[in-house]
C-alpha cells in the first residue's frame, strides 16, 4: 500500500510542490490539497508547508487556520491523523490550539535564511520515529516570524511531558524560548517546527553535510518516520 | 452607519521586537524624551445601522476568536467610534 500524504496549498504558499516533492522522493503518493477543499480525500497524513499563507496579514497563520480544510485537518488531526506543520504551517498549528505556544518576529527584527542544525530530543512522534534519540541534523531554516514563545508554565509542561522536539544547536536564530525549534502534541501525531524538512531531501539541493556540499538528506527521515508509522498501524489494525 | 474600534496590544511580559525597533529609531531623529515603545494594531469594524449594543458584543467576540491570539496578545479596548456617524453625514 502506497501511502498518501496530503499537502495542503493556501493563497500565499511557497513550498507546497517541494513538500509533494519530498513525499515522492520519500516513497509516498503526494496529494495536493486546496485551501477550500472540505474533504481530505482520504489521505493518511497532511503536510501544511511554509510559506506566507494571506500574506501573513493580522498574523501569521491566523487567517489560513479558519480556511475550510483546516476544518477537517483539525478534526481528523484529534483523531490521530498525522499532520506536520513546516514553518507557515506551524504558525497555522499554533492559531489552530493544535499546538501551544505562538511565533512572534525574530528577536533580531529580519529575515533569516540558513542551513541550521538541530537536536532531536522526541524520537517517538509520528514524524519523527526514525531518527535516534538526540540526532543531530542540519536543514535549511528561513522565516520572518520564527521566534516561539510560550508561557512559563506552558514552557514547563512541554518540557516534562517531553513535548519538545527539536531544539536549535549551536545558535539560537530567532529568540525562541527554551532554543525550541518545534514541538508535538501530548498524542504525538501533530508535530510542528520552524526549519524545513522537504529542502533538504534530495543529492545536489540540500544542506552541506559530511557526505558533501549540497548532500544533506536529513529531511527525508520525516517522511520516513510517518510511513514507518503509518505502516506500523495498519500492521496492528 | 456605527464603526467599532478594537485595540490589540502585545502582552506586556513579551519583549514587544517592532516596539523596540521603533523605540531605537526614535533618538536618531532627536525624540530623547521616550524611552519605550510598543506597537499595538487598531481595527476599525464597520456595520450598517446604529450603534448597537449586539455589535459591541459581536465585535468582542470576533476579537478573542480571531483578531487577537490570547497566547502573544490583550485586547485592551473595544469601544464604538462615536464620530463615526457624524463623519459620514458631513458632506465635506
Same mark, same amino acid.
Given at each position: 500500500?502506497?501511502?498518501?500524504?496530503?499537502?495542503?496549498?493556501?493563497?500565499?504558499?511557497?513550498?507546497?510542490?517541494?513538500?509533494?516533492?519530498?513525499?515522492?522522493?520519500?516513497?509516498?503518493?503526494?496529494?495536493?490539497?486546496?485551501?477550500?477543499?472540505?474533504?481530505?480525500?482520504?489521505?493518511?497524513?497532511?503536510? !501544511? =508547508? &511554509?510559506?506566507?499563507?494571506?500574506? $501573513?496579514? #493580522?498574523?501569521?497563520?491566523?487567517?489560513?487556520?479558519?480556511?475550510? %480544510?483546516?476544518?477537517?485537518?483539525?478534526?481528523?488531526?484529534?483523531?490521530?491523523?498525522?499532520?506536520?506543520?513546516?514553518?507557515?504551517?506551524?504558525?497555522?498549528?499554533?492559531?489552530?490550539?493544535? !499546538? =501551544? &505556544?505562538?511565533?512572534?518576529?525574530? $528577536?533580531? #527584527?529580519?529575515?533569516?535564511?540558513?542551513?541550521?542544525?538541530?537536536? %532531536?530530543?522526541?524520537?517517538?512522534?509520528?514524524?519523527?520515529?526514525?531518527?535516534?534519540?538526540?540526532?543531530?541534523?542540519?536543514?535549511?531554516?528561513?522565516?520572518?516570524?520564527?521566534?516561539?514563545?510560550?508561557?512559563?508554565?506552558?514552557?514547563?509542561?512541554?518540557?516534562?511531558?517531553?513535548?519538545?522536539?527539536?531544539?536549535?544547536?549551536?545558535?539560537?536564530?530567532?529568540?525562541?524560548?527554551?532554543?525550541?525549534?518545534?514541538?508535538?502534541?501530548?498524542?504525538?501525531?501533530?508535530?510542528?517546527?520552524?526549519?524545513?524538512?522537504?529542502?533538504?531531501?534530495?543529492?545536489?539541493?540540500?544542506?552541506?553535510?559530511?557526505?558533501?556540499?549540497?548532500?544533506?538528506?536529513?529531511?527525508?527521515?520525516?517522511?520516513?518516520?510517518?510511513?514507518?508509522?503509518?505502516?506500523?498501524?495498519?500492521?496492528?489494525? | 452607519?456605527?464603526?467599532?474600534?478594537?485595540?490589540?496590544?502585545?502582552?506586556?511580559?513579551?519583549?514587544?521586537?517592532?516596539?523596540?525597533?521603533?523605540?531605537?529609531?526614535?533618538?536618531?531623529?532627536?525624540?530623547?524624551?521616550?524611552?519605550?515603545?510598543?506597537?499595538?494594531?487598531?481595527?476599525?469594524?464597520?456595520?450598517?445601522?446604529?450603534?448597537?449594543?449586539?455589535?459591541?458584543?459581536?465585535?468582542?467576540?470576533?476579537?478573542?476568536?480571531?483578531?487577537?491570539?490570547?497566547?502573544?496578545?490583550?485586547?485592551?479596548?473595544?469601544?464604538?467610534?462615536?464620530?463615526?456617524?457624524?463623519?459620514?453625514?458631513?458632506?465635506?
Amino acid at each position: 500500500m502506497t501511502i498518501r500524504i496530503g499537502v495542503v496549498t493556501f493563497p500565499g504558499t511557497l513550498d507546497d510542490r517541494d513538500a509533494l516533492r519530498a513525499a515522492a522522493l520519500a516513497g509516498a503518493e503526494g496529494v495536493p490539497l486546496w485551501h477550500r477543499d472540505r474533504s481530505l480525500h482520504g489521505v493518511d497524513a497532511v503536510v !501544511l =508547508p &511554509g510559506g506566507f499563507s494571506y500574506g $501573513d496579514y #493580522l498574523r501569521a497563520g491566523a487567517i489560513a487556520r479558519f480556511a475550510p %480544510v483546516m476544518e477537517a485537518i483539525i478534526d481528523a488531526a484529534h483523531g490521530g491523523l498525522p499532520v506536520l506543520g513546516i514553518c507557515n504551517g506551524f504558525q497555522v498549528l499554533t492559531e489552530s490550539h493544535l !499546538l =501551544p &505556544g505562538s511565533m512572534i518576529k525574530n $528577536d533580531h #527584527l529580519t529575515f533569516i535564511c540558513r542551513e541550521q542544525r538541530l537536536n %532531536v530530543e522526541n524520537n517517538r512522534t509520528a514524524w519523527t520515529n526514525q531518527f535516534s534519540a538526540g540526532q543531530e541534523i542540519v536543514i535549511p531554516l528561513k522565516n520572518q516570524d520564527g521566534q516561539f514563545v510560550a508561557d512559563a508554565r506552558t514552557l514547563d509542561q512541554l518540557e516534562a511531558e517531553g513535548r519538545i522536539v527539536f531544539r536549535y544547536q549551536d545558535w539560537n536564530p530567532n529568540g525562541s524560548r527554551r532554543d525550541i525549534a518545534g514541538v508535538t502534541n501530548e498524542a504525538g501525531n501533530v508535530v510542528g517546527l520552524m526549519p524545513h524538512p522537504e529542502h533538504a531531501v534530495e543529492l545536489g539541493f540540500g544542506p552541506d553535510s559530511g557526505a558533501g556540499p549540497r548532500a544533506g538528506q536529513d529531511g527525508l527521515c520525516f517522511f520516513a518516520s510517518v510511513i514507518q508509522h503509518l505502516g506500523a498501524l495498519a500492521a496492528a489494525g | 452607519m456605527a464603526r467599532v474600534i478594537v485595540d490589540v496590544m502585545p502582552k506586556p511580559e513579551l519583549l514587544d521586537p517592532q516596539g523596540k525597533a521603533v523605540a531605537g529609531a526614535l533618538p536618531r531623529l532627536g525624540f530623547t524624551q521616550f524611552q519605550a515603545v510598543r506597537q499595538g494594531k487598531r481595527f476599525e469594524l464597520e456595520a450598517a445601522g446604529p450603534p448597537a449594543p449586539e455589535l459591541l458584543a459581536a465585535a468582542r467576540e470576533a476579537a478573542t476568536m480571531v483578531l487577537s491570539n490570547p497566547v502573544i496578545e490583550d485586547v485592551v479596548s473595544v469601544r464604538f467610534d462615536h464620530g463615526a456617524d457624524a463623519a459620514a453625514q458631513d458632506p465635506a
